[in-house]
């Protein structure tokens, strides 16, 4: 169990004020940012090009965060092992300059997934370790697969060297490319993602050529006291006190429903979250404890202090817990590949257990989940084709605010692909992307509304869809009334379909309605004019329009 | 031949600049703004000019004008009420966007409005394939009812847009022609006129905000344009656009989405027309105001130009000068957060209260107060003694800051402005380090209000070594607009192999753009030997989705044109990403024309370069706070309006003039060219 540190308010290395903190904070950000500007403008396939499925960062030597880019949450599960299981593994002595290592495995390689593929690059000055440089991006590959155990999603990698020295391991790269599905998109990815790195690696060297590097690895240390003060300060505010919530789980992949829960126990400035769920299952919705940890980080910063800076800091005051072989801290070899699902509910989870402490802080209950549809076929040549997509629904409605409609909330924050850029690469048309009226839980604050995607397959193609919330509803809060359920709907004929996994043919059509957002606070008090204009839009629709009605008098 | 005018209309000041074609006189006058209508300031201020300076309207031969009206519009949500129509079933992806919420961790934050509410989006039955063709011909009784429940809904103006209309326009024409039947009073654009390029949404926010731009520009344009004629003005103005160029005013009130970085874009064409006079062609610019900075990089006089950008929350793709703008300026706020860290913004102090100093009850310190405090800035009056301000407020708001880490005021105020540079540095380094250039090989060109403040701190963080401060940084702008080219683009997007196209389909699309030119040509009255063009193409591997600009050869086309695009493209791909694909396919996408008109520009005529002793121009001295020495020094004060060309002021020392400060830090020195920009070096 972590002490408590009492940590002065200020800091007290006089060479290294506040000032100098500040400075060399906002150059870790930038390098950050730079690097995954790279990484999305020189790859090639679509999951990063314009969906920007990825993330990077700069560590410490030691394997704390020292900084991470604005990209996907949920990534950071994929960095917090990477390092350690390096330093582990080949210690400190056995690093070179120029080696690059590449991982995916959830159990031996410091992932979350497989397809999530990490490369991370030591960066010396001189003889010395100073940093890391990370990225990862999740190659659209190791489709059509079974979700038993982690052995049927994909090839299993840890940490390993791809490059020694600055020299490219040939046997290495061909192993990997060969169990690839589409292997130039894989080359490519791979590419932009040492090219990310290998720009971190620089602009580090850089920064330490201009300050010192005693006195950047000493400002990495201060930034993440920083962090650890900022987090500790948010916790603070939550009045002391142990809060739970509950909730159940579905999904496309098994019939059962889960219970989950959390129990939050504040106290002072720490804060103490463990979960309880079934015993991990042979679904693709298990999580690894570095993914619950990413997602508690997450959750917390959120709620508490958004602004407070991404590193390793922050986790400090915090504790999880989870039993080891339970779906929300699973053990070899469970199979993982759709454990982001299961992430967004663990935020649901903790939205829901502080609402009573925070109620201005929390949203309802936003989509909870992360609707994905994968296409995959073969060419003419008798290549793969895979296209991938996750779409997003509606967000929780706020204390004072209507919920947004139709965004990726919370674990993922992808962008979706253009329709003529879709339409162009893949044998798919698109015959609506739109919002589905009605689908915001009511409320004082409605909840976002959900978006409902048609597909035409052009050609015969294995499909596999997934998601959640298809057999309950997304929660209101203070009255707010639930938001609508998401779910897939095939054309008459296609299927049969069987855990989310089918085989399609020309013209059949695909229908996914993601989940809408709850709503906040009584309906009845929504404001005539807002009630005019959802009914006017037609957010509502005119069955849901009887719940306002006793609002008469109120605007 | 006569006088040409330029008019800078800024949130504060209207600028006016005029220049004698035959003389090479310079003459500029300067007027509050009137934000409710800016064109009474301009015309009014004009009249005042041309009395004093003994000219008539009919003697003024050009009127050039950069104005912030349509990005204000933006900012404020004052365009008109708007309808969107779009394929049936796609109507809220303008609200969908990218599905990317607004902030990723703060869960409160909002998306920008959406412009277009959703009872006034109508999807109509029509379908394209990406090839161009028709899939599902345009319902065309139901377009005539979206139109007939658009008018009926009170709406000012519609934005068409339907997929893939930039391969294949009749739809949306056929739409442009059903409206022009059933709404003729409606302002309408079509996003295959806007923004003819591939990716639906930011094609359709485009087209949107043009339509919610239009009725606002093209009122204030004809209010204007009906001013200046009532003056009797003759010559045909023209207006700013993103992209550094100007346009007639009729152009700009159709594609109002083209100028809406008018203002800033008119600063960088202002230091373009600086490097001319100077010969300094490479140069970062560095307009630092009260709420936000602007920065941008010229490279050999030239800044490039980026195909899309957000702006104020809203994707707009139109060729616009690369811009980077942060929010921070000399209002900006500083605080202490709960982690014991000093933080500068992003919230703004604004005009009023203002910075503490300014004694209007504020006691959160600003920028500003640090410059006050550290008596960068007279401690006693701005603006030349226009406003009073009072160091002792400055001080104790910087020390209730100071206190809670630790550190002396000076220190604490010291570091504000380490931290402003900090940010300052961070934004230019976007625009040079991260598109291959070190600024170390550029010349940092600093006006706005506190540009020339800060700039010494600046170079010096990013090591570059001169530093040029205009004579006014408004009077910059309107002069820049007396230097500025008639100037649009056209593009046309069309996916090819670089080996598979061959040279005769090339030419095809470049003489269809140059078809369009020639009519832009024509409207805008520019005789043939004034006409230039010039030819791009956006290039990329094979699959990825950003392309890189490369330059294409004037003349005709061979395979040889191929091989030179095939060069560039593989060069700056290794610069930018640090590798090449060697044997991967070399894809085109968008093909760009720019079409330009020499102006008969202005030509200043350098003064004769004096003796070097600046004494004459001695008004005082002060305590300032020294950076090297870390502590307040006695530095002497120059006024900036009486230095001569020759001048050299020696640092440390303060050079003040009405609307701006400029610090000569202890090692540098700054000296008086023959156009009365001040060059500052160390020495």
């Not at chain 2, 100028?259 to 300094?280: D, F, I, K």
Request: charged content about 20%.
């Amino acid at each position: 169990m972590a002490q408590i540190k009492q940590k002065p308010p200020a800091v007290e290395n006089r060479s290294l004020n506040p000032i100098t903190i500040e400075v060399i904070g906002s150059a870790f950000a930038s390098i950050v940012e730079e690097m995954g500007e790279t990484l999305v403008r020189s790859s090639y396939s679509t999951n990063i090009k314009e969906r920007r499925d990825c993330s990077t960062a700069l560590f410490d030597a030691a394997g704390n965060t020292l900084c991470q880019a604005e990209h996907v949450p949920m990534h950071l599960g994929s960095f917090i092992g990477f390092v350690p299981l390096i330093l582990r593994k080949y210690g400190i002595d056995g690093l070179k300059a120029g080696d690059v290592f590449i991982g995916n495995d959830a159990y031996e390689g410091g992932g979350t997934h497989l397809p999530d593929i990490v490369i991370a690059e030591p960066i010396f000055h001189g003889d010395r370790l100073i940093a890391w440089a990370i990225n990862t991006a999740h190659h659209s590959d190791f489709v059509d697969r079974g979700h038993a155990h982690i052995y049927q999603e994909g090839l299993r990698i840890p940490p390993i060297r791809l490059h020694r020295a600055g020299e490219l391991q040939q046997d290495i790269q061909d192993l990997f490319l060969l169990n690839c599905q589409v292997p130039r998109e894989r080359l490519s990815d791979l590419r932009a993602q040492m090219a990310a790195n290998r720009l971190g690696v620089r602009r580090m060297a850089d920064l330490c050529g201009k300050y010192g590097v005693d006195t950047v690895e000493a400002a990495g240390r201060e930034l993440q006291d920083y962090a650890e003060r900022r987090m500790r300060a948010g916790i603070r505010t939550i009045p002391d006190g142990i809060y739970t919530f509950a909730d159940r789980f579905d999904c496309e992949a098994f019939d059962t429903l889960w219970d989950f829960s959390v129990r939050i126990i504040v106290r002072g400035d720490e804060m103490e979250l463990r979960f309880d769920s079934p015993p991990q299952s042979r679904s693709p919705m298990n999580v690894v404890h570095t993914a619950l940890l990413a997602t508690v980080y997450y959750a917390v910063k959120s709620i508490v202090d958004p602004t407070m800076p991404p590193n390793a800091g922050l986790a400090r005051p915090i504790t999880i817990l989870a039993d080891k072989g339970t779906v929300l801290n699973c053990v070899h070899p469970a199979a993982v590949d759709g454990r982001l699902t299961s992430c967004q509910r663990v935020v649901d989870l903790i939205h829901g257990a502080l609402a009573p402490a925070v109620p201005e802080r929390v949203t309802a209950a936003s989509n909870g989940s992360c609707f994905d549809i994968t296409f995959s076929g073969q060419r003419p040549d008798g290549s793969f084709w895979v296209y991938l997509e996750t779409i997003g629904g509606g967000n929780g409605a706020r204390f004072d605010k209507d919920g947004l409609d139709g965004v990726h909330v919370h674990m993922t924050n992808t962008s979706n692909l253009p329709v003529e850029a879709l339409e162009v690469e893949y044998p798919i048309t698109l015959l609506a992307y739109e919002l589905i009226d009605g689908s915001g839980g009511a409320g004082e604050f409605r909840g976002g509304m959900g978006i409902r995607r048609v597909y035409r397959a052009e050609e015969a193609c294995r499909v596999h869809y997934g998601g959640s919330r298809m057999r309950s509803q997304p929660w209101g809060l203070n009255g707010g009334l639930p938001g609508a359920s998401g779910g897939f709907r095939l054309s008459d004929g296609v299927g049969p379909f069987v855990k989310g996994v089918g085989t399609v043919n020309a013209g059949d059509i695909i229908e996914v309605f993601t989940p809408g957002g709850g709503g906040y606070g009584d309906p009845t008090r929504r404001l005539a004019a807002a009630v005019d204009r959802d009914m006017r839009d037609g957010n509502f629709t005119a069955k849901t329009a009887a719940v306002f009605q006793s609002k008469e008098g109120v605007a | 031949m006569g006088w040409r005018v330029g008019v800078d209309s800024g949130g504060t000041f209207t600028d006016i600049c005029l220049f004698e074609e035959e003389t090479g006189r310079i003459e500029v006058w300067k007027v509050p703004s009137t934000p409710h209508d800016p064109s009474v300031a301009i015309s009014g201020g004009l009249a005042e000019a041309l009395e004093r300076f003994d000219t008539t309207p009919e003697g003024v031969a050009y009127f050039g004008h950069g104005t912030t009206v349509a990005t204000n519009a933006l900012i404020q949500g004052r365009g008109v009420e708007t309808g969107l129509i779009t394929t049936q079933g796609f109507r809220d992806l303008l609200e969908i966007g990218r599905q990317k919420r607004p902030d990723l961790y703060d869960i409160h934050a909002e998306k920008p409005r959406t412009l277009v509410s959703r009872s006034l989006r109508i999807g109509v039955a029509e379908r394209v394939r990406d090839d161009g063709s028709v899939e599902q011909p345009l319902d065309e009784d139901a377009l005539r009812a979206a139109a007939k429940d658009l008018k009926a809904a009170g709406v000012q103006s519609v934005a068409i847009t339907f997929l893939y209309s930039f391969a294949h326009t009749a739809h949306e024409e056929a739409a442009l022609r059903i409206l022009s039947e059933e709404f003729p009073e409606a302002f309408v654009s079509a996003s295959h006129r806007i923004a003819p390029e591939f990716r639906e949404f930011e094609r359709m926010s485009t087209t949107v905000v043009n339509a919610y731009l239009g009725p606002v520009m093209k009122g204030y344009l004809r209010g204007l344009e009906d001013r200046l004629k009532d003056m009797g003005l003759e010559a045909v103005p023209h207006l700013t656009q993103s992209n550094g160029g100007v346009i007639g005013f009729d152009a700009a009130a159709e594609m109002p989405v083209r100028t809406v970085l008018s203002g800033p874009s008119t600063g960088v064409v202002a230091a373009l027309a600086l490097g001319e006079m100077t010969g300094g062609q490479n140069l970062i610019t560095f307009d630092m105001g009260g709420t936000s900075t602007d920065v941008a990089l010229l490279k050999d006089g030239e800044c490039r130009l980026v195909g899309e950008a957000v702006v104020h929350g809203y994707p707009i793709k139109a060729p616009m000068l690369d811009i980077h703008t942060v929010g921070a300026g000399g209002g900006s706020l500083v605080h202490v957060d709960s982690g014991g860290l000093i933080k500068v913004g992003p919230r703004s102090a604004g005009a009023f209260p203002g910075p503490a100093c300014y004694g209007h009850g504020t006691t959160e310190p600003t920028v500003t107060d640090a410059n006050v405090f550290l008596q960068n800035l007279d401690p006693h009056f701005l603006l030349r003694g226009r406003m009073p301000v009072h160091r002792d407020l400055a001080e104790a708001a910087i020390r209730s800051v100071a206190d809670k880490v630790g550190m002396g005021t000076a220190e604490a105020a010291d570091g504000i402005l380490d931290i402003v540079t900090a940010n300052m540095a961070k934004a230019i380094r976007v625009i040079s380090v991260q598109r291959g250039h070190d600024p170390r090989d550029y010349t940092l060109v600093a006006f706005g209000g506190a540009g020339p403040l800060h700039a010494a701190r600046l170079a010096a963080e990013l090591e570059m070594r001169r530093i040029l401060v205009p004579l006014t940084p408004g009077i910059l702008c309107a002069m820049g607009l007396l230097m500025t080219d008639l100037r649009t683009d056209f593009a046309s997007t069309r996916l090819a192999s670089l080996e598979a196209l061959e040279a005769d389909q090339l030419e095809e699309i470049f003489s269809g753009l140059d078809h369009r030119a020639a009519a832009w040509f024509a409207s805008e009255n520019i005789p043939a030997d004034a006409r230039m063009t010039r030819r791009t193409v956006d290039v990329r591997y094979a699959g990825q989705n950003y392309e890189i600009a490369v330059a294409v050869p004037a003349g005709p086309m061979d395979r040889n044109t191929f091989e030179t695009i095939r060069r560039e493209f593989l060069a700056s791909h290794g610069q930018l990403y640090g590798f090449t694909a060697d044997g991967e396919e070399i894809e085109l996408v968008t093909y760009r024309l720019e079409a330009s008109a020499g102006t008969q520009k202005a030509r200043f005529k350098p003064q004769p370069i004096g003796a070097s002793n600046p004494d004459h121009a001695l008004i005082g001295e002060r305590l300032v706070w020294c950076r090297q020495v870390r502590s307040f020094r006695t530095h002497r004060i120059y006024d900036r309006l009486r230095l001569t060309p020759g001048n050299a002021v020696e640092g440390p020392a303060i050079i003040d003039q009405m609307d701006t400060t400029t610090v000569v830090p202890a090692g540098m020195a700054a000296q008086v060219d023959a156009y009365l920009n001040l060059v500052m070096e160390a020495h």
